[in-house]
């Protein structure tokens, strides 16, 4: 496999008025062609600063990171990923084909490659028949496939997913935890997932980062033992998930005990 993002020593540090502020620390991380890898740990630790040094949203501060062997400059200008944000982020005077239209109209797509996409990525997040909709017309769960389907409709193979549905109630989440699954098994893309729930990280993944608190550094690397692709909500309640859910619990509590000592 090779990989799809590269960090070696990377190293953010915000200067405030208050002082310096280490975001990150040494995280040394490699993503794989395919993978989709987790990110989980409490507030403040980094998870979301990470995601946005891959986009080229924070520059860090000392070490080195790459996407598909590119600077996060050169990705971004390539498009060479789709962002999710913990938000839809739908413009409320755009109807929903028209939202996710918006990259592809950016990108100067012809009116008929536009209409092809935007079908084909409504179809992938199950919102065919929606398209004439307006987001205020539609669940916050509904919003969210909207939001991934124009993160999908210029087809780059890595997605971004920050936070996507910590703000959805639980019988919502994890319908879309099971159709995000599906979604990964048909596309192939490699996905970088933010979240804080850790049975949300353990049924989604292929490999889940385990975060300290500031300053962010990677505790731990878990690959699942889980079959890949799409999983049974029940096997939530299998022994190897359970295994690796307590492995995820130990790895947060280490990071904390860490910060009580420094």
């Not at 794989?32 to 507030?43: A, H, L, Y």
């Not at 916050?140 to 936070?163: K, N, P, T, W």
Request: aromatic residues 8%.
């Amino acid at each position: 496999m090779s990989s799809v993002v590269s960090a070696k020593g990377l190293g953010l540090t915000f200067k405030t008025n208050d002082g310096d502020v280490v975001a990150l620390s040494d995280v040394n991380l490699d993503i794989e062609k395919g993978e989709f890898v987790s990110f989980i740990g409490p507030s403040g630790c980094g998870k979301t600063t990470f995601l946005r040094v891959i986009a080229d949203l924070e520059q860090p501060t000392s070490g080195s990171i790459s996407i598909n062997g590119m600077t996060p400059e050169q990705a971004r200008k390539s498009r060479a990923y789709g962002y999710v944000f913990q938000a839809p982020a739908l413009f409320p005077w755009r109807t929903i084909e028209k939202n996710v239209a918006l990259p592809l109209e950016i990108m100067g797509y012809s009116d008929t490659e536009r209409r092809e996409r935007i079908a084909r990525t409504m179809e992938l997040v199950n919102l065919s028949g929606f398209e004439r909709k307006y987001p205020w017309q539609l669940s916050g769960g509904m919003q969210q496939r909207a939001s991934i389907a124009r993160a999908l409709a210029f087809d780059a193979d890595l997605l971004l997913m920050d936070e996507p549905f910590g703000a959805l109630d639980e019988i919502v989440r994890d319908h879309l935890n099971s159709e995000l699954l599906k979604l990964f098994a048909r596309t192939k893309k490699t996905i970088a997932f933010v979240t804080h729930s850790i049975p949300e990280a353990v049924y989604l993944s292929t490999k889940i980062v385990v975060m300290s608190p500031r300053p962010g550094r990677v505790t731990d690397i878990i690959e699942s033992p889980l079959p890949p692709g799409e999983r049974p909500l029940e096997i939530r309640e299998a022994p190897e998930f359970l295994a690796v859910a307590h492995r995820v619990r130990e790895g947060l509590r280490a990071g904390h005990s860490y910060e009580e000592h420094v």
